[in-house]
């Protein structure tokens, strides 16, 4: 069974650091496709990072610079930085796994989210 469980949210002012880690139990995440997003109430939820089997990156334009997505494979879990964080960073964060032949920005695999909430 495969399980993500989000945790390291919370409050923060704005300018502020927060990283948010992803646990992942029941596969190994080096063999998945991994991802961050956010939500808001009323919003649909937008792809924040993503990181490839191979290790390449890529970031929504809103966020480029300031965060930075990563996974420590011994330790099994995924991390999303955020610096210079902004209120309207203020989201609740999902990370997603995804285990097709390739990465196709799709996800099958989702946790329970994590709020972050940025105050001006």
């Known amino acids: 069974l495969v399980r993500l469980v989000e945790s390291g949210g919370g409050s923060v002012q704005s300018g502020g650091s927060l990283r948010i880690s992803c646990s992942a139990s029941?596969?190994?995440?080096?063999?998945?496709?991994l991802g961050w997003f956010r939500q808001t109430p009323g919003e649909e939820r937008e792809g924040v990072a993503a990181i490839d089997r191979d290790g390449s990156t890529s970031y929504a334009d809103s966020v480029k610079g300031r965060f930075t997505i990563s996974q420590d494979n011994a330790k099994n879990t995924l991390y999303l930085q955020m610096n210079s964080l902004k209120p309207e960073d203020t989201a609740m964060y999902y990370c997603a796994a995804d285990d097709f032949d390739y990465c196709r920005g799709a996800y099958n695999y989702w946790g329970q989210g994590t709020q972050v909430t940025v105050s001006s």
């Open positions: 029941g596969y190994t995440i080096s063999r998945y496709c």
